[in-house]
């Protein structure tokens, strides 16, 4: 009788793979070392990468549980495996993590950026985000698109319309995504020589003109 082995419950592998994340942030806590270097770290975050798509259910319930203050040791180890968890959703690319995600800006996990930009329908809910209300939305929104992964020329466009966002911080925040992005589109050098020209805050003029030069456009 030959027999096969039994895969694990996904929830499962979930539940473990983030213990073990959990784990390394209270050591770096305690030491305060870096985590960025440590294998058992990254393996652990690969493996959850590795599950797919079936790990998403478990993902986003771990990333949508209560989390204590950022103010408080507990809160910090939370909020990192939180960013950890975006980081893993980005990977695997899963459209079911988009509003999750995007509902983390305001929680300030930082990783949630990134994680939608590294997929096709979370660089569409960061340029539908432009037209969000929220001034604070929109920031996360541009600064997202400067580190887009896939459809890059989609993200210049994006980055190119929050040039005109009526918030002075917001434009100053698209010249630095344009900066990152470094992505040399006609529309965004013309934007950012408007901005480097004629923007009332010195501020955006000055970061736009960085842009240009970073663009090899002095």
């Given amino acids: 009788m030959i027999f096969k082995r039994q895969q694990k ?56 549980a209560p989390r204590a203050s950022t103010d408080t040791p507990q809160g ?7 960013n950890d968890i975006a980081d893993i959703l ?26 939608l930009a590294a997929f096709p329908q979370g660089i569409d809910a960061l340029i539908h985000g432009l037209d969000d209300s929220d001034q604070f939305v929109r920031s996360c929104c541009i600064q997202g698109l400067g580190l887009a992964k896939v459809d890059r020329p989609r993200a210049a466009q994006g980055i190119a319309r929050a040039f005109g966002d009526p918030h002075a911080e917001n434009r100053r925040e698209a010249a630095l995504a344009a900066w990152h992005l470094g992505v040399a589109d006609p529309q965004l ?4 020589q408007r901005l480097a020209a004629d923007d009332p805050s010195e501020r955006v003029r000055d970061k736009a003109g960085d842009a240009l030069r970073q663009l090899g456009r002095p």
């Fill in 9 to 64: 419950d996904p929830s499962e592998q979930v539940r473990a793979g983030l213990a073990v994340l959990r784990q390394q942030h209270q050591e770096n806590n305690q030491r305060d070392v870096g985590l960025m270097n440590l294998p058992k770290y990254q393996r652990a975050k690969q493996k959850l990468v590795n599950v797919g798509r079936d790990a998403v259910p478990a993902l986003l319930d771990a990333l949508n």
């Fill in 76 to 82: 910090q180890i939370d909020d990192g495996v939180a």
């Fill in 90 to 115: 980005g990977a695997i690319g899963d459209p079911r993590a988009v509003g999750p995600l995007m509902a983390q800006f305001t929680s300030y996990i930082v990783s949630a950026q990134s994680a």
């Fill in 189 to 192: 050098i013309a934007g950012l």
